[in-house]
Every structure is written in C-alpha cells, then in structure tokens.
C-alpha cells in the first residue's frame, strides 16, 4: 500500500534562514515523489519532482529536495526563506510500477516564515 | 491554473439537496481527478477518469457521483448533500506521456452544506 507522512503539521522560520518540509513515504515499488504548495484560496501548484536520475531535484522558487532511498525521505528544502514561501505544502507519491496513475498525498504541512 | 477552471467557486446548499460541481479544461488531459480537501486530513481521491469512457472510485466515492461528458469536461455532483461533505473540492487533470503524471490543478470549489 501506497503511503505519504509529513511529520510536521506546522514549521515556523524566519525569513533568510534555511527551512526543511519532511516527507517519509511508503510505496510497494519504486516511487515518483512530487511536492505541492497550495497558497491561501489557491489551488495546488507543482513544485517539484524526482522521477529517476540525481537524487537532488531543483524546482520553481529555489526549492529543492533530495530523494534519499534507504531513509524512504523526500524533504524540501530551501537555503534561505521568504515571507511569501507561507503557504501549505503537500508531499505526494506514485507507485512507478503502477499503471493507475493515481497520486497519494500527505496530510499537508504549513510553512509560516516570518519577518 | 487558468487552464483548469471549476464552477462554481463557493457554494452555500442544505441537506438533501442535490448539487452538481463542474471541471473544464484546456490542457487536452486525457486523465481527470476529484478530490476533496479537510483540514489536517490532505487531499483525497473521490473519482478519477483516464478517458471519456472510464470511471473509476477512488477511496471516498460513497455519496458522490461522476459523469465525464467530454475530454475536458468532468462533473461532480452530491445527489443529496449531507454536512460532513463541507469541504474544498479540487479537479484536477494529468498526462501520461512524459510529464510523468504530474497533476494540475483547478482553484478549488468551496462547498458548505447546511
């Protein structure tokens, strides 16, 4: 069975300092791993992927993150955080040997970088 | 994304009634997804459709129904509205070529049934 965990239901930053969104994940195959950023009365927007290759994908807005196989981990990460970065993230997963396609989506966690 | 767009927005209904919530979109997706969002609970898979003639329940399908009129255009609708569906509803739609799955979503459609 196919499964996300964001530990976290809430991380606090200031801005300029690092941040780290943590995403463990369980999936009976390999997996595709995708981060979401949903900002207030806002749809999802894709952030990023890792489909194969490097194990540190870049995406939009100088977020990253880093596929670590033996730890099941998909952490975000950005060097140094934005007050606009506040937003809810969302850590999701698909089993690469399935063929129904679906995505299964963490519980969210909410980022708040303040001044 | 202006690409997937839902209507209605917000929607105020009371219990019992019936309700329909429409997803268009211009990405020429063949694969459409409802889910619907709760506090602290993440998003879950109501329905999902990989072409016009396929239909398929996700984990919370119970109450709901789906109809897939065209390639673009894919409805919810809540054949007798009960309280605990208040909840944000999201379209989404994806590509199974190469963007590898990638979803895409609409703004969301906030429902409060009363």
């Known amino acids: ?115 | 994304d202006a690409d997937v767009t839902q209507t209605p927005r917000n929607r105020i209904t009371k219990t019992g009634k019936r309700i329909m919530l429409e997803c268009s979109q211009t990405k020429g997706h063949d694969r459409m997804y409802w889910y619907r969002q709760d506090p602290g609970l993440g998003l879950r898979l109501i329905y999902y459709s990989f072409d016009v003639k396929d239909i398929n329940k996700g984990e919370i399908s119970d109450g709901y129904s789906v109809s897939r009129q065209a390639q673009a255009k894919f409805s919810l609708s809540l054949e007798s509205a009960i309280p605990n569906q208040t909840a944000l509803y999201f379209c989404a739609t994806s590509d199974p070529g190469p963007a590898q799955e990638t979803q895409y979503f609409g703004p969301g459609t906030r429902l409060l049934v009363l």
Do not use: M
């Not at chain 1, 992927?49 to 939009?60: A, Q």
């Not at chain 1, 952490?75 to 396609?101: E, I, Q």
């Open chain 1, 1 to 115: 069975a196919q499964s996300v965990a964001q530990p976290e239901d809430q991380v606090n930053v200031a801005e300029g300092n690092p941040l780290t969104v943590k995403c463990t994940y369980s999936v009976s195959g390999n997996p595709y791993l995708f981060w979401y950023v949903q900002y207030p009365n806002r749809g999802l927007q894709f952030l990023l992927k890792y489909i194969t290759g490097d194990n540190l994908v870049k995406g939009s807005y100088g977020f990253e993150a880093e596929f670590n196989k033996s730890q099941t981990s998909f952490h975000l990460k950005k060097p140094s955080a934005l007050v606009s970065d506040s937003a809810l993230y969302f850590c999701a997963v698909r089993d690469r040997g399935s063929t129904l396609g679906r995505l299964y989506f963490g519980r969210g966690t909410q980022l708040t970088v303040w001044p």
